[in-house]
């Protein structure tokens, strides 16, 4: 499965400051649910690439 586009945060951020409700789709949410956990693992690499003991943060 291709992974897909990235979320363009410049057009979300205007849908957030438009007007009236917008409906959210549980695929839209899923997108978000997925990047956020990538950069979830990705933060915790990051201390691994400086060479600190797993937990640490920086």
């Given at each position: 499965m291709a992974s897909?586009?990235?979320i363009d945060l410049e057009k979300l951020e205007a849908q957030i400051e438009g007007e009236g409700?917008?409906?959210v789709e549980?695929?839209?949410l899923a997108r978000v649910h997925e990047?956020?956990?990538a950069l979830e693992a990705i933060r915790?690499?990051?201390g691994?690439?400086?060479g600190?003991?797993?937990g640490t943060t920086l």
């Open positions: 897909p586009e990235p409700d917008v409906v549980r695929a839209w990047e956020l956990r915790e690499r990051i691994q690439v400086f600190l003991p797993k």
